[in-house]
């Protein structure tokens, strides 16, 4: 970005699972841009943890990256936005309606992160608003998801392919610039997959 326009992207890194962290986090976005305007919470953790095998710190980690910080990080943001009347879009997951197998806690972390959506919509209203985008197959697992299960979730989408990145990044965009009076909403970005799935 900076080599298309000189000091339009800046980089901050912070310990997300810190919630003491988080106020530095802010700040340095604010002392970088003078102002803060959106927020969009996409961090996450996502890995099976099949029951018999979920251990403490898989639980931390999955509700923490899911759920946690982007609560405790739009809370952080939410009297700057409120001064900008800003936004936030929060990256759900289509399996925060419909489970996944062998992931009882992502899944519920998810279906707790649409919830905080709605919630955030209502309590940050007017001044801010708050909004979701689910995700369906769009980027395929780095741990190496077979062709024959990648093929089997492609005929469930009525589009017949996966998504791109851009799909998701061009619906994130509405939401923070476009959609001026939605709030509240999660918009599902997979290709009809929920559907009928």
Known sequence: MNAIRADSAMTVQADLLDIASLPDLVNAALAWGGRLDVLVNNASTFYATPIGKIGEEAWDD?????FKAPLFLSQEAAPHLH????????????????????????????????MLTRSLAKDL????????????????PEDG??????????RQVPLERAGSP?????????????ATYVTGQIIVVDGGRSIGW
Do not use: F
């Open 62 to 66: 999955l509700v923490g990256s899911n």
């Open 83 to 114: 001064e900008t009347s800003g936004s936030i879009v929060n990256i759900v997951d289509i399996h925060s309606q419909r489970p996944l197998r062998d992931h009882p806690v992502y899944s519920p972390a998810k279906a707790a992160l649409a």
């Open 125 to 140: 209203a007017p001044e801010v608003r708050v909004n979701g985008v689910s995700p369906g197959a769009i980027l395929w």
């Open 145 to 154: 998801m077979t062709e024959p299960v990648q093929q089997t979730i492609l």
């Open 166 to 178: 851009d799909d998701i990044a061009g619906c994130v965009l509405y939401l923070m610039r476009d």
